[in-house]
């Protein structure tokens, strides 16, 4: 979420990093890089494995050669107010089950995993329908529970059924199988 870091740079300067962000709800993140005095410096941003199509963009310029899986060096000086803004791709990616969990799959929307959980659901957990990865859309929708999930995403499953998956760390909050 929202954060600021004061730090030091190798030449004594401060730094302020000021981050305004919904992730892990929202794919948005803009860090705002205000040094003391201009300064060069490398800023090192982890690009996650499973966002295939990030988009880095500074001070409005798009940047070449961001890849998932790695670090994006942006080394250059930078001066109070510099702006960099993150996409991450948020699109649906998956875990295939081995062993006893053959035949299942983990759903991820972003960094989060997905879950069935009974408070959100109408079908019993030995009911849940199956998704067809290749055409599932989730849609974001808001819970109106008194434990509210993180996220709350619904499916049409392929017999038609509504499915509803939260954020596996809301998941059984309450006591409710998951």
Known sequence: GPSTITTRLPSGASL??????????????SLKVSPARSARFALKLRIPH??????VKVNG????????GSYLTLDR?????????????????????????????????????????????????DE?????????????????????PLLLLEFTATDGRTLRLCDFGSAGVGGSPY
Request: glycine share 8%; no cysteine.
């Open 16 to 29: 302020v990093l000021a981050q305004e962000t919904d992730y892990p709800i929202g794919p948005r993140v």
């Open 61 to 68: 310029k798009p940047i070449d050669g961001v890849a998932g």
């Open 77 to 125: 000086t930078w001066k109070r107010g510099d702006t960099v803004e993150l996409e991450f791709d948020f699109s649906f990616h998956y875990w295939v089950g081995e062993r006893e969990s053959a035949g299942k799959t983990s759903v991820y929307r972003g960094p989060l995993l997905l879950t069935y959980d009974r408070r959100f659901n109408t079908m019993d957990p």
């Open 128 to 148: 849940v329908p199956s998704l067809d990865a290749a055409t599932s859309r989730g849609r974001i929708v808001p819970s109106a529970h008194w434990l509210p």
């Open 50 to 55: 499973w966002s295939r199509a990030t988009r």
